[in-house]
């Protein structure tokens, strides 16, 4: 597993107002990427393989639930 100590995070644009902290932030190695919690940014994370990612996100940016209303 790559050491995540020194990974680039990143909020999401969808972050919300203020100081944009209910959110995820992301953070990608060469193999994987990894989630966390934003308010808790040392608590543990999740990481999936990079392609299992990438297509969980098409899928949400494809779904009709993703539609704004």
Request: charged share 25%; net charge positive.
């Given at each position: 597993?790559?050491d995540?100590?020194?990974?680039?995070?990143?909020?999401?644009?969808?972050s919300?107002e203020?100081?944009?902290?209910?959110?995820?932030?992301?953070?990608?190695?060469?193999?994987?990427?990894?989630v966390?919690?934003?308010?808790?940014?040392?608590?543990r994370?999740?990481?999936?393989?990079?392609?299992?990612?990438?297509?969980?996100?098409?899928?949400?940016?494809?779904?009709?639930?993703?539609?704004?209303?």
């Amino acid at each position: 597993m790559e050491d995540l100590k020194k990974a680039s995070w990143r909020k999401s644009s969808y972050s919300g107002e203020g100081d944009g902290n209910n959110c995820v932030e992301i953070a990608a190695t060469p193999t994987r990427t990894a989630v966390r919690d934003s308010k808790a940014p040392t608590s543990r994370t999740l990481t999936f393989p990079t392609p299992a990612f990438t297509l969980f996100l098409e899928a949400l940016k494809t779904s009709p639930s993703a539609s704004p209303k």
